[in-house]
């Protein structure tokens, strides 16, 4: 069976500090692969896409960034956080070809 | 307008109720569609999947409308359990099979 984790769970940044938050798929292989954020009360945004190691699509421009390293993993990055950045961050997996998604538990990331 | 619009609730009811969310969307070239379950502070859920006119999984019923862009959610015989945020989803198509979420009902089943 397929399994996704993200970490870490909960993250507390002061504004300009760096980011890095990084899910992992375990039990499928060549994934696409999703970013999304879910600020307080709002719906969930498509940040960055991915269907394959080092593609990495843009959806929102922001100081945010990501990449593939591997074909199960995605990393979600920043060099200076931001407030507005504060949110809780969803991966998610699908397989190629298919628009089913799962997500991971997510990272709940509050910048002061 | 939204691609996804749902009413954000939040629906109270007593248990055992039927209930109906509905969700509209704007893009017609949506070929496929989701309802997801978000409970607070969670990732989604994926409850079920809609590609043709409905599908039925035990207590719950989805209907898609395309005609007139449109997809419901019925849950009959509500349980407590049932209690949490419905989100609409549409297959906005292109590269990477995008999803386009609606920002959710919330539904509260009470005793």
Sequence with gaps: ?112 | RKEVEQDPGPFNVPEGATVAFNCTYSNSASQSFFWYRQDCRKEPKLLMSVYSSGNEDGRFTAQLNRASQYISLLIRDSKLSDSATYLCVANTGGGGNKLTFGTGTQLKVEL
């Design chain 1, 1 to 112: 069976s397929q399994t996704i984790h993200q970490w870490p769970a909960t993250l507390v940044q002061p504004v300009g500090s760096p980011l890095s938050l990084e899910c992992t798929v375990e039990g499928t292989s060549n994934p696409n692969l999703y970013w999304y954020r879910q600020a307080a009360g709002r719906g969930l945004q498509l940040l960055f896409y991915s269907v394959g190691i080092g593609q990495i699509s843009s959806e929102v421009p922001q100081n945010l960034s990501a990449s593939r390293p591997q074909d199960r993993q995605f990393i979600l990055s920043s060099k200076k956080l931001l407030l507005s950045d504060s949110g809780f961050y969803l991966c998610a997996w699908a397989r190629v070809g298919t628009d089913t998604q799962y997500f991971g538990p997510g990272t709940r990331l509050t910048v002061l």
